[in-house]
């Protein structure tokens, strides 16, 4: 048993495209996790549900695998599944396909229970579980580890954080290091070439005003083209990520 | 007749409010235009035909009243219509109902045909006009003036254009100006108060790598907290508004 797969059909809207009419990182995780929070609604365990007993849900890390982002008006179809958990960390999966049925990109994520009191991590409440028939496991789910950036190698472009980056948690949309982390690449680079995988982890939240430092790194793995991120405040790491690339 | 009237519904995600849950301005205007995309390719003179013809639509100006923004996770129905048209400006109009049938936002706006080869305002095409029914008149639709702004008074923050600030015309989206625009004031101006009218008006565009000034003039205009807002790339003006407050 992996999981109740919930399922839904969205249309790329244009403004969720960048100068390729591509899908961008950012947008595919906003409609990825638009999907669960659907899901969540559905089987009665969303925010209202978390919010009575002052927990959320905080994302920790994804490891993306896409084979090409949908276009603009593409009618694609959304799986998720909360395909498993242990005492602290619940795996879940998301699929995108397009309209003839082709694995666009594939997500697998680890959420966190946070406490809104203490604001720190909480064992995962089982009733809260219940419901996606996810499977609860003893040890941990393997994602591949991300290789910290050689800083001395690295180029940066700071950002400072602006009243639109903060959502309704009062903290920077985690969407919004995407962004920070490709805009750090130079322009030609982002025309010539597309992503093919994303493993991202999240550290420390950012807050309204701060300056932030992303930094990156261009390396060849395995002859694949790598890009190595880090972005920071100061000496807070606030994410780290690796992204594989291709030529278009 | 002031031109035939295209509705749709759509239910406001989470992912276009802000740190409030209420929808940005930015996707107010994203899905505005949405359902005019819609509309145009209901009457067989979208995207294709207009590239046929090597044509585009771009907004000059709109102006809006907003009588409450919609709250994340609302449904509300959109409404457009092509009003009326002279040899070179077509008025359209757009609504936003809740569930209810209260207006929430009415938006007037000016668009104009420019041909992709001389990258200038042609007249309107009368074809593809016909299917809007829409009014041929003389005369112009008169919008309120907007003041300058006091250079000498206001403030000014910059941005430098990101890789996606831009879109598939390959320049700034133009809902971009108005993150910059809101940014530039303080924090706790943007959390005290909220919207009730903006008035826009288009300039030059602007490109991949620009370093822009937003700049920022507070001041009271019969009663009324009202903000004037420019922004330039140097000495080319993009954007000038005329945004008016109430306290929350």
Known sequence: ?????????????????????????????NVLILASEHQLNDLNVG???????????????????????PKVDEKVRIVTE?????????????????EAGNECVFVQSIFVMMSYETRSMVPVVPEIMAPFE???????????RIKKIDS???????????YFDI???????NV?????????????????HRVTSVNI?????????QMTQSQVEQVMVDDIMTTRHKVAVDDLSAAEAEIAWTKR
Chains 1, 2 share one sequence.
């Open 1 to 29: 048993m992996a999981g109740k797969q919930y399922t839904e059909e969205y249309r790329i809207p244009y403004f969720e495209t960048d100068i390729k009419g591509e899908l961008t990182l950012a947008s595919l995780v």
């Open 47 to 69: 925010e209202e549900t978390m919010h009575s007993l002052n927990l959320g849900w905080v994302v920790t890390q994804y490891q993306m695998t896409i084979n090409r982002m």
């Open 82 to 98: 909360a395909e498993s958990y242990n005492r602290y960390f619940c795996y879940r999966n998301f699929w995108l396909y397009d």
């Open 134 to 144: 996810s499977m609860a496991i003893k040890g941990s789910k393997r994602f591949p």
């Open 152 to 162: 001395e190698k690295a180029s940066q472009k700071e950002y400072r954080v602006r």
């Open 167 to 173: 959502d309704g948690n009062q903290h920077v949309n």
């Open 176 to 192: 919004h290091y995407f962004e920070w982390m490709l805009d750090a690449l130079d322009y030609d680079f982002l025309m010539d």
């Open 201 to 209: 982890r999240y550290g420390h939240e950012i807050q309204y005003g």
